[in-house]
Antibody, heavy 121, light 109 residues
Framework: QVQLVESGGGVVQPGRSLRLSCAASGFAFSSYPINWVRQAPGKGLAWVASISNDGSNKYYADSVKGRFTISRDNSKNTLYLQLNGLRAEDTAVYYC??????????????WGRGTLVTVSS | EIVLTQSPGTLSLFPGERATLSCRASQSVSSNYLGWYQQKPGQAPRLLIYGASNRAPGIPDRFRGGGSGTDFTLTISRLEPEDFAVYYCQQYGSSPLYTFGQGTKLEIK
């Protein structure tokens, strides 16, 4: 059974840093690209970052480029998101999500439950 | 950058009625790259449709996706109580890599 479990969220002051983790199980983690998607309170979904299966290619939304870093440790089946220079507008639930079937390369058919990041002084 | 615009913002219908949700892209999108999601309060999104018209595993056949180019639709043929939720379209592109529409809230009338 596929599971994606995010952790690491919390309340943080503006300008500070946080690292999110997503523990994956039930599938061949190292075979798939994987992504972070966020949702501000009461708002829609927004893609944040993606990483290729081997970690060699990384992609970011313009809103987080230069501040957030996506990475993965395939030996630990874990995805990370390092959030630096946090701003109030980064407040959101952060989801780990992936397309884990051969026919879902361009969509996200598995999602974690999310972890809430609140940026506030 | 491709922008996805969903309409209407809110759709109020009775159970048993037919719902038609629209997703319009600012530039042509390959049908292979278009998906639809359902999200209920406090839950993660759930994939309904991939490749514009293919139902994800376990999705009832009352959900149907269609369209091409810049205009895509999600149709729910006979609304069940559990279908009232927020629906998002999403596309895969070049920059940004993924884009979501702003969502359509389907509410019980």
């Amino acid at each position: 059974q596929v599971q994606l479990v995010e952790s690491g969220g919390g309340v943080v002051q503006p300008g500070r840093s946080l690292r999110l983790s997503c523990a994956a199980s039930g599938f061949a983690f190292s075979s798939y690209p994987i992504n972070w998607v966020r949702q501000a309170p009461g708002k829609g979904l927004a893609w944040v970052a993606s990483i290729s299966n081997d970690g060699s290619n990384k992609y970011y939304a313009d809103s987080v480029k230069g501040r957030f870093t996506i990475s993965r440790d395939n030996s630990k089946n874990t995805l990370y998101l390092q959030l630096n220079g946090l701003r109030a507008e980064d407040t959101a639930v952060y989801y780990c999500a992936g397309g884990l079937h051969h026919f879902t390369n361009y969509v996200f058919d598995y999602w974690g439950r999310g972890t809430l990041v609140t940026v506030s002084s | 950058e491709i922008v996805l615009t969903q309409s209407p913002g809110t759709l109020s219908l009775f159970p048993g009625e037919r719902a038609t949700l629209s997703c319009r892209a600012s530039q042509s999108v390959s049908s292979n790259y278009l998906g639809w999601y359902q999200q209920k309060p406090g839950q993660a999104p759930r994939l309904l449709i991939y490749g514009a018209s293919n139902r994800a595993p376990g999705i009832p056949d009352r959900f149907r996706g269609g369209g091409s180019g810049t205009d895509f639709t999600l149709t729910i043929s006979r609304l069940e109580p559990e279908d009232f939720a927020v629906y998002y379209c999403q596309q895969y592109g070049s920059s940004p890599l993924y884009t979501f529409g702003q969502g359509t809230k389907l509410e019980i009338k």
